[in-house]
C-alpha cells in the first residue's frame, strides 16, 4: 500500500505519517524506486498510534505504548500505568480549566459592560499573577 491509501485506511494524514516515519515510530519498506510501501502491520501501527493520540497521549507515551502492544510477554499492569498517568495529567488539566473558567466567569459578571470606562476585566490583567 501507498501513504495515500494507508493514510485513507487508518485516518492519520499523510503529512503525520511521514513524521511518525522522520521519528522511527514506524518504519514502512522502500520500494526500488524509494516509494513507501506499508504492509498491513504498518496500518495497524498507524491505527494504533491514531487512537492513542486521538486520547491525547504524548508521542513519548505513544511510543511506549506501541513498544508494549508489541510485547507479548508485557504486563498489562505497565500498560495500565501509563494510562493512569495520562488519566491523572487529564485530570490536572480539567480542573485548571475549570479554575480559569470560575475565574473568568467572576469577571465577566463583574463588569457592567456599559459605556463606562472602568473595567474590572482589565483591571485584573493589569494587576497580574495572584
Known amino acids: 500500500?501507498?501513504?495515500?491509501?494507508?493514510?485513507?485506511?487508518?485516518?492519520?494524514?499523510?503529512?503525520?505519517?511521514?513524521?511518525?516515519?522522520?521519528?522511527?515510530?514506524?518504519?514502512?519498506?522502500?520500494?526500488?524506486?524509494?516509494?513507501?510501501?506499508?504492509?498491513?502491520?504498518?496500518?495497524?501501527?498507524?491505527?494504533?498510534?491514531?487512537?492513542?493520540?486521538?486520547?491525547?497521549?504524548?508521542?513519548?507515551?505513544?511510543?511506549?505504548l506501541l513498544a508494549l502492544w508489541e510485547d507479548r510477554s508485557r504486563a498489562s499492569g505497565d500498560v495500565r500505568a501509563l494510562a493512569q498517568e495520562h488519566l491523572a495529567e487529564i485530570e490536572r488539566k480539567i480542573a485548571d480549566l475549570q479554575a480559569m473558567r470560575d475565574t473568568l466567569q467572576g469577571l465577566v459578571t463583574a463588569c457592567h459592560g456599559d459605556d463606562r470606562p472602568d473595567c474590572p476585566i482589565l483591571a485584573d490583567l493589569a494587576r497580574g499573577p495572584s
Not at 514502512?28 to 487512537?51: C, I, W
Open 1 to 64: 500500500m501507498n501513504i495515500s491509501e494507508v493514510a485513507g485506511r487508518t485516518g492519520v494524514p499523510a503529512k503525520t505519517i511521514r513524521y511518525y516515519e522522520e521519528i522511527d515510530l514506524i518504519t514502512p519498506a522502500r520500494d526500488p524506486n524509494g516509494y513507501r510501501s506499508f504492509s498491513e502491520s504498518d496500518m495497524h501501527k498507524l491505527t494504533f498510534l491514531g487512537r492513542a493520540r486521538t486520547l491525547g497521549f504524548s508521542i513519548a507515551d505513544c511510543r511506549k
